[in-house]
């Protein structure tokens, strides 16, 4: 019995070593200079938010990552993002936060989605993909969901016409669409997608997502080695469930974004490991992918169980983004690597182990 | 030999070991003979290295180094020195590793990068290889390779190493001095067959 136990577990880390041993032969050639830290802004949030951009502080601390975080307190009861965040975004051009807390109704605007109308970060990125070691119904799942963030119905504008009868506006421009639009074909280009899926509902309504679709038409008559097709939201989310291998990259208006992002970060393996983003022409600000404003439950962060994958992962995308490409490999590796041995999980992935147990596995597996 | 060029070149070095996850900066000279020039040299390697607490830094004199590198080279990273050395151990370790023929490299400054073939760069071939058409274009590919990782295009350079790498592995078309008899055209036709 021990015998078999000990063969195994060499087999394991033999396994393990082949399938996470990443290696180039053709190395990155760096410019002199190119190791000088960068600053980045930290808006730890509510919630479980600081628990988790704590795991990240950690991680990058423990590789002596060349960033340095500008930690800014934001809450989601405050009124406006502070001025000094704003500038310190602009002045970093790269930031990484935790969920702030939206109150339903009320007329109180998210923080979240002030923070991206004032950067105009006009582009939200969420890669769903299944994870090595987490079984889920659907395997060969990898869809990187380009939701446009600016307008559409979260443009806020809504009205109560008499008492009891409010209208709510959804927006759509060509220039947003054109642009969230390009993105995505951009991003096909230069990440190797063979097809990007624009998901609308034109047949209801035929202006404000017609103007949507034929942005999109145009934009891929530009780029004749990437396929296009189009998808109604409705069949789009039955097909996600049932045959979720067909989609590549998905570009999608405001709302159908947040749905079909959170719905394919569901059968890939939750929303607690997927890494996502949200770009414009000037910043990025990188948070969990999907459900980004979710700042948990109040037993999750009483008992400190929050999964902090999700965070590191998209601190990995931040490390790209920078040019550290060596760092965004080794935190990835050593994250993949503590998913696939299985031993130190929070609750959502089926374990029971806290935030700070995930986080020390992580940091014994970096090398 | 300037304080200024070993000083710089020493800092690129760890700050490369830095960035690419590596371990170990192995200085090569040979100051017990030269002791003021590459007594510089070691100066410099040595006060840039302290600015660097995790990466190990040693020193070898460079007729040992050549010993070592035929005999043991698994115990060498990143190796910096000066020029002659340099272009010495680079070719050595090129030889070693699988020939002149594959080994990618570039040149770099603060404003510019320069990428050609690794070691031996200035070697035009001879008469043979140029009217039979028979050069080795993998070195090149692959440093074509760093330079779309220099200009920011990984997954181009993914995947024009992926399929440089699997011909290289699948061995049906090698020039002859990996022991083949294909055509720089053979191979370039089995890169492009493989980009599909």
Same mark, same amino acid.
């Given at each position: 019995m ?9 087999l394991?880390?033999r ?6 041993n ?9 410019r ?18 600081p ?34 965040? =704003? ?5 970093n051009?790269?930031c ?5 807390a ?24 969420? #890669?769903c993909f299944?994870?090595? $070691?987490?079984?889920?119904?659907h ?12 307008e ?12 009891g009868?409010?209208?709510s ?5 060509? @220039?947003c ?7 995505a ?12 899926t624009?998901?609308?509902?034109? #047949? =209801? ?17 530009k ?7 189009e ?24 709302l159908? $974004? #947040? ?9 890939a393996?939750?929303?607690?490991v ?5 770009? $414009?022409?000037?910043h ?9 404003? #979710?700042?948990?439950?109040?037993k ?20 790209r983004?920078?040019? @550290? ?7 990835e590796?050593?994250?993949k690597r503590? =998913?696939?041995e ?8 089926g374990?029971?182990?806290?935030t ?5 596995a992580?940091?014994d597996?970096?090398? | 030999?300037?304080k200024?060029?070993?000083?710089r ?15 170990t ?30 990466i ?13 590198? !035929? ?18 151990v ?11 023929? !594959?080994?990618p ?6 404003d510019h990068a320069v ?23 993998v070195?090149?590919l692959?440093?074509?390779a760093?330079?779309l990782r220099?200009?920011?295009?990984p997954?181009?350079?993914?995947r024009?190493e992926?399929? !440089?790498?699997?011909v ?28 599909h």
């Amino acid at each position: 019995m021990a015998s078999t136990a000990r063969s195994s577990s060499t087999l394991l880390k033999r396994f393990l070593a082949t399938r996470l041993n990443q290696s180039r032969s053709v190395t990155y050639m760096p410019r002199p200079g190119d190791g000088a830290p960068r600053a980045v802004t930290l808006i730890p949030g509510d919630g479980i938010g600081p628990l988790v951009t704590g795991a990240v502080e950690q991680v990058m601390e423990a590789m002596h990552a060349p960033v340095y975080f500008e930690k800014f307190e934001v809450h989601g009861d405050m009124k406006a993002v502070p001025p000094a965040v =704003i500038e310190s975004i602009r002045k970093n051009k790269v930031c990484l936060k935790g969920g702030l807390a939206t109150p339903m109704g009320g007329g109180v605007s998210s923080l979240n989605v002030q923070l991206r109308k004032e950067l105009d970060l006009y582009a939200s990125l969420v #890669n769903c993909f299944n994870l090595p $070691g987490i079984t889920t119904r659907h395997d060969n799942v990898d869809i990187v969901v380009i939701r446009e963030n600016t307008e559409g119905e979260y443009s806020g504008l809504e009205h109560e016409v008499v008492p009891g009868v409010v209208e709510s506006l959804k927006v759509i421009t060509k @220039f947003c669409s054109e642009r969230i639009a390009k993105y995505a074909f951009e991003y096909a280009y230069l990440n190797n997608r063979k097809k990007v899926t624009a998901v609308h509902k034109a #047949n =209801i309504m035929k202006l404000a997502d017609g103007l949507f679709l034929e942005s999109c038409r145009e934009v891929a008559t530009k780029y004749p080695g990437i396929k296009y097709n189009e998808i109604i939201v409705d069949n789009c989310c039955m097909q996600l469930v049932s045959k979720p291998e067909q989609f590549d990259v998905m570009v999608t208006p405001n709302l159908y $974004g #947040n749905l079909v992002a959170n719905t394919a970060a569901g059968i890939a393996g939750g929303t607690g490991v997927m890494p996502g983003g949200n770009v $414009g022409a000037e910043h990025a600000v990188f948070e969990q992918g999907a459900s980004a404003g #979710n700042v948990g439950s109040g037993k999750e962060v009483e008992e400190k169980k929050a999964n902090p994958v999700a965070l590191l992962l998209s601190s990995a995308m931040m490390l790209r983004h920078l040019q @550290f490409p060596a760092f965004a490999d080794r935190l990835e590796t050593a994250v993949k690597r503590v =998913i696939l041995e299985g031993q130190y999980r929070t609750h959502d992935l089926g374990g029971t182990s806290s935030t700070q147990e995930v986080v020390d596995a992580v940091l014994d597996a970096l090398n | 030999m300037t304080k200024f060029c070993s000083e710089r070149i020493a800092k690129y070095a760890f700050e490369y070991a830095y960035l690419n996850n590596r371990k170990t900066v192995t200085a090569v000279h040979k100051a017990n003979i030269m002791k003021l020039a590459d007594g510089l040299f070691l100066e410099s390697c040595r006060q840039v290295a302290t600015k660097y607490p995790s990466i190990k830094y040693n020193e070898i004199i460079v007729d040992n180094c050549c010993m070592q590198l !035929v005999s043991k080279p698994e115990q060498f990273n990143v190796m910096v020195t000066p020029n002659l050395y340099g272009n010495l151990v680079a070719n050595t370790a090129a030889g070693i590793a699988g020939g002149t023929g !594959v080994m990618p490299g570039g040149n770099v400054g603060a404003d510019h990068a320069v990428f050609e073939q690794g070691a031996s760069a200035g070697n035009v071939g001879n008469e043979k290889l140029l009217e039979q058409k028979k050069a080795n274009p993998v070195a090149l590919l692959l440093s074509s390779a760093m330079m779309l990782r220099h200009l920011q295009f990984p997954s181009f350079a993914d995947r024009l190493e992926t399929a !440089v790498k699997r011909v290289i592995s699948d061995g049906k078309y090698m020039t002859k001095d990996l022991g083949g008899a294909s055509t720089t055209q053979e191979v370039v036709d089995a890169v492009i067959a493989t980009l599909h």
